[in-house]
């Protein structure tokens, strides 16, 4: 066996892990689903015991396959914003980890706006008020787990996204860490300075102690000996900051769309970051060593392939994912019918939390196979709405859109995707990119490839081309808007 990077792929419904070669292949993979808890409405819950030990699991499976001697590295990416509260003696978490899906503080980021300290924010933070970010889940730990607060102000407790949770148990203690590209996502984060902001922690009320050190995304992290001898952590990114990196969307003006749970869209803007005028947030993409980050422009669709999960698991119309590309085939349009699948919600560029989920268009010929393509069509009508707005602010038509994750595999909704946005859409021959982003930033950060050996690493798989005219795509897009402005 050669020698190999293993990325841990922590993400909101399941957890993963793959090694790759020095050729950027995959030659181990394991995964494992991760059951979400919804105790009330809009509330989203993972238990952080099982969060763990499934993702030990399968890197435990993946290093026994590949050999522990002949792991160089391993690099780290995650469901951002999702927010863990932990015990720093016993590293037990007190609360279930609160998921980025979770709306609990709808209210709380009302009144923040109406406060009128919204524009600070997002001038700090680049970020939008909105209950999606880490820093009022925190918030409301610290207010309702009973002694939390004073636990935290004491040091006895440790707050960080799922990477800082990871890497702890990892290091048995030893870090409490977070990397550039996650820190961002929590809204305490000032992404010009690059320091946790002392106003906004004072807004939020608090502690300095529960926080991360904040480091590079790529480089040396700490060791980890859980699976036998010892491994080098040497990689951490979020896992759309990641897909973006793993996309060699490394220069200004290329975008890439990751559809998973939700939908999520990077624009790569170069070493300084940008405002938006169009709501979308302005984030760390990641940094290497000691050189300048790199920041993007991003929009978040809430709910994408979770859509088809409710297909599937609450409304009986799928036995799997998989089966709704010919389903949706089956008919050769909707007849009218649209899914705004606002189940948690909207993101950009509405970001509207109290939105909710709303099916109109229906008649009495309406059946299955409609509501099905609606479904996969909401999800390209979403990323639509996303990209206008980010061409909006950069000014510049996209000449493509690079696509990964599990959904880019269903040719209907590329081929639907192309022909809505007008954009060739490209699809690599590896999808994982999530995933091989943070062992790309994990073998940069060890030595294990250089910049210039990744370069020839990323090839096509298929690119999906408009074919659609542009009356027919103005006419579905407008029904879309319409069906919205009804969720809304």
């Known amino acids: 066996m050669s020698r190999v990077i293993v990325a841990l792929d922590q993400g909101t419904t399941s957890s993963r892990a793959f090694a790759f ?32 030990a499934d993702q030990m699991g399968v890197a435990a499976d993946v290093v026994a396959r590949v050999g522990a001697e002949n792991v160089e590295a391993i690099g780290i990416t995650n469901q951002r914003e999702t927010t863990l509260l932990w015990d720093r003696t016993t590293g037990e978490a007190i609360y279930p980890a609160i998921v980025w899906q979770d709306r ?12 009128g300290v919204d524009e600070m924010i997002a001038r700090r933070t680049g970020l939008v008020v909105d209950s999606y970010f880490s820093a009022t889940k925190l918030a409301w730990l610290l207010a309702h787990v009973p002694g939390a607060r004073a636990r935290a102000q004491r040091g006895e407790l440790a707050f960080g996204t799922v990477d800082s949770f990871l890497v702890w148990k990892l290091t048995a203690g030893a870090r ?9 996502r929590t809204m305490m984060f000032n992404i010009h300075s690059r320091k946790w902001d002392e106003e906004l922690l004072r807004l939020f009320d608090i502690p300095r102690e529960v926080l991360p050190e904040v480091i590079p995304s790529s480089g040396f992290v700490g060791e980890t000996t859980a699976f036998g001898g010892s491994i080098p952590i040497c990689g951490i990114a979020g896992d759309q900051q990641a897909a973006l990196f793993g996309q060699r969307c490394i220069s200004k003006g290329m975008a890439k769309s990751t559809y998973g749970t939700g939908c999520f869209l990077l624009m790569n803007v170069g070493e300084k970051a940008q405002g938006s005028n169009n709501q979308l ?19 978040s669709v809430f709910v994408a392939g979770a859509a088809v999960q409710w297909l599937r698991d609450e409304m009986g119309l799928l036995t799997s994912a998989q089966e ?5 085939n089956s008919v050769s349009s909707t007849e009218g019918v649209y899914l705004v699948p606002a ?23 309406s059946g299955r196979a409609h509501v099905v393509r609606a479904t ?105 808007k319409m069906a919205v402005n009804r969720s809304l």
């Open 21 to 52: 070669d020095e050729d950027g292949r995959i030659v181990a993979s394991s995964q494992t689903e991760l059951p979400q808890s919804y105790p009330h409405p809009a509330w989203v819950e993972h238990d952080p015991e099982r969060l763990w």
């Open 104 to 115: 609990r503080t709808a209210a709380l980021c009302d009144r923040l706006r109406l406060d």
């Open 176 to 184: 409490h860490v977070t990397d550039v590209s996650n820190a961002s």
């Open 376 to 480: 996969l069509e909401s999800i390209a009508y979403q990323c639509r709405d996303v990209l206008e707005a980010m061409t909006g602010d950069c000014e510049t038509p996209l000449k493509e859109v690079r696509v990964d994750g599990g959904a880019a595999s269903n040719d209907f909704l590329m081929q639907f995707q192309a022909d809505i946005l007008g954009t060739t859409v490209v699809r690599p021959k590896i999808t994982e990119t999530t995933a091989l982003g943070a062992a790309y930033l994990a073998g940069l950060g060890c030595g294990f490839w250089t910049s210039q050996q990744l370069e020839g690493q990323w090839e096509v798989d298929r690119r999906f081309e408009p074919q659609m005219s542009t009356s027919e795509r103005e006419t579905l897009y407008d029904g879309w």
């Open 324 to 328: 709704s590309e010919a389903i949706a």
């Open 343 to 365: 189940f948690t919600g909207l993101g950009a560029p509405y970001w509207n939390p109290h939105a909710r989920g709303m099916l109109v268009g229906l008649t009495r010929g």
């Open 281 to 299: 947030l302005s984030t760390v993409a990641w940094q290497l060593g000691v050189e300048k980050p790199e920041y993007a422009l991003e929009g």
